[in-house]
Each structure stands twice: as structure tokens, then as C-alpha cells.
Antibody, heavy 121, light 110 residues
Framework: EVQLLESGGGLVQPGGSLRLSCAAS????????MSWVRQAPGKGLEWVSSIGGYGGATYYAHSVKGRFTISRDNSKNTLYLHMNSLRAEDTAIYYC??????????????WGQGTLVTVSS | QSALTQPASVSGSLGQSITISCIGTSNDIGGYKYVSWYQQHPAKAPKLMIY???NRPSGVSNRFSGSKSGNTASLTISGLQAEDEADYYC??????????FGGGTKLTVL
């Protein structure tokens, strides 16, 4: 059974940093493209970032490029999102999602339960 | 890049069919076959319902179907059931090597 478990969310001040983790199990992690998708309170889904299988290419939404870094540790079956220079508009539930080998095709077939990030002073 | 355009809400009666549209541009929907649709119930994680325009993941009811014409993608749900009431989001790959979601459509089953 595929399982994705996010952690690391919490309350952080504007300008601060946070690292989210997503522990994966039940599938061959290194072969799978992985993504982060967020949802602000009461709002729609917003794609944040993706990383290819084998930790190759990385992709970012314009709204987070230069501030967020996606990475993966295939030996630990774990996906990360390093978030710097956080702003109030980054407040959202952050979901980890699994794709196929290339992030653009086949959709995101499995999702975690999400972790809440709140940016506020 | 602006979100794909979806109607804010649609409704249909039990047993009827509805279609949700998703309008993009030639730089996303019109240019690629990589359109997906997600269902989200309140306080739940999204669920993939359609991928690559018209493919259903294993376990998704065949009452759900997808299509694309030009810059517009569509999700059709036939034989509406009460459990179909949820928010639906379209998603597409773009020429900027990013993914983009629609604003979401709230489906009400009457």
C-alpha cells in the first residue's frame, strides 16, 4: 500500500524558514517523480514544485522560485521542501504527491494527508 | 501564469450527467495531452480521477470520463451519485515546464 506522510509544518514568522518532509513507503521511491502541492485556507490547489525520479530535474512555480528548494533522499525514501523567506501568502496545507517517472504525465496518483504551514507574526 | 478557468459551481440531479469545463491556452491544455482531474471532498486530500486527458486510474468508476478539444478540457460525470458531491480541479502541464491547476468547481448533487 502506497503511503505518504508529511511532517514539519507549523507556525513561522515572516522571513523565516521551514523544512517539510514526506516519508514514502509501499512503492519504488527512486523511480517516481514527486511533487508538492499547496492549498491556502478556503482556496484552490496550487502546484508548488516537482522533482524527477532519481533526483534529476527540479521544477518550481514562479511564486516560489528562488525561495523554495525541493530535494529527495532515495536512501531514506524521503522527499523534502526547504522553504526560505516565507511570506504570509505561503500559509497553506502542503501536500506531498506521487507521480510516475516524469512529473508532467500520468497525473499525481497518490497524496499524503498534508501538513499545515502558517506564516504569521 | 493565471490559473486554468473553471466554472465556480455546477449542479445536477441524482442519475443525471454533468460536464465541467476547463479552459486554458495553447501553452498548456492545447499544446499537450497531459491534462488531469482531481476530486476533493471537504478536509480530505485530492484524488486523481482522470489522467492524460481521458485515462482512468484503477479503481475510479467508469462514470467519470475526460476529453479535450483545442484549449478546453472537460470532465463528464454520468449517473450522478450523492458521493460525487465534491470540488473538482483540472490540471495541465505547461510550456514553461510547470503544472497549473484550475480554480476549482464545486459540484452539488440535488
Amino acid at each position: 500500500e502506497v503511503q505518504l506522510l508529511e511532517s514539519g509544518g507549523g507556525l513561522v514568522q515572516p522571513g523565516g524558514s521551514l523544512r517539510l518532509s514526506c516519508a514514502a513507503s509501499g512503492f519504488t521511491f527512486m523511480n517516481s517523480a514527486m511533487s508538492w502541492v499547496r492549498q491556502a485556507p478556503g482556496k484552490g490547489l496550487e502546484w508548488v514544485s516537482s522533482i524527477g525520479g532519481y533526483g534529476g530535474a527540479t521544477y518550481y512555480a514562479h511564486s516560489v522560485k528562488g525561495r523554495f528548494t525541493i530535494s529527495r533522499d532515495n536512501s531514506k525514501n524521503t522527499l523534502y521542501l526547504h522553504m526560505n523567506s516565507l511570506r504570509a501568502e505561503d500559509t497553506a496545507i502542503y501536500y506531498c504527491a506521487k507521480g510516475e517517472v516524469w512529473f508532467g504525465e500520468s497525473g499525481m496518483g497518490y497524496w499524503g494527508q498534508g501538513t499545515l504551514v502558517t506564516v504569521s507574526s | 501564469q493565471s490559473a486554468l478557468t473553471q466554472p465556480a459551481s455546477v449542479s445536477g440531479s441524482l442519475g443525471q450527467s454533468i460536464t465541467i469545463s476547463c479552459i486554458g491556452t495553447s501553452n498548456d491544455i492545447g499544446g499537450y495531452k497531459y491534462v488531469s482531474w482531481y476530486q476533493q471532498h471537504p478536509a480530505k486530500a485530492p484524488k486523481l480521477m482522470i489522467y492524460d486527458v481521458n485515462n482512468r486510474p484503477s479503481g475510479v468508476s467508469n462514470r467519470f470520463s475526460g476529453s479535450k478539444s483545442g484549449n478546453t478540457a472537460s470532465l463528464t460525470i454520468s449517473g450522478l451519485q450523492a458521493e460525487d458531491e465534491a470540488d473538482y480541479y483540472c490540471n495541465s502541464y505547461t510550456s514553461s515546464a510547470t503544472l497549473i491547476f484550475g480554480g476549482g468547481t464545486k459540484l452539488t448533487v440535488l
